[in-house]
């Protein structure tokens, strides 16, 4: 089993930026990726983007790309997510989450099954 702690997040006016981070621990040697979803209020879990954890292939929502980047650092076993040019619409709680199974690609909730708790990322127009 994988235990992931998430920080960050916090309150930014809309352009700031803001960067979070989730420390795995437990059965790491097992994780073939990370990521990192968000939900809205009154919206459904969606996906952010996600790193392959051997090869550093990242995936991500379109209306993230070049705004957002996702890292890892594996010796520290940590997924960062590095958010710029933060629009009002990205206010969501952040979930970070690992994957112990092989896809050809990682965008939907139920490849993930291990979750963080979330961390609460609030964009102020």
């Known amino acids: 089993q994988v235990r992931l702690v998430a920080s960050g997040g916090g309150l930014v006016q809309a352009g700031g930026s803001l960067s979070l981070s989730c420390t795995a621990s437990?059965?790491?040697?097992?994780?073939?990726?990370m990521g990192w979803f968000r939900q809205a209020q009154g919206n459904e879990r969606e996906f952010v983007s996600a790193?392959?954890?051997?090869?550093?292939?990242?995936y991500e929502r379109e209306s993230v790309k070049g705004r957002f980047t996702i890292s890892r650092d594996q010796a520290k076993n940590t997924v960062y997510l590095q958010m710029k040019s933060l629009k009002p619409e990205d206010t969501a709680v952040y979930y970070c989450?690992?994957?112990?199974?092989?896809?050809?690609?990682?965008?939907?909730?139920?490849?993930?099954?291990?979750w963080g708790q979330g961390t609460q990322v609030t964009v102020s127009s």
């Open positions: 437990g059965r790491t040697v097992g994780i073939y990726a």
């Open positions: 989450a690992a994957s112990s199974s092989y896809y050809t690609e990682y965008d939907a909730k139920s490849q993930f099954d291990s």
């Open positions: 790193i392959r954890w051997r090869s550093g292939i990242i």
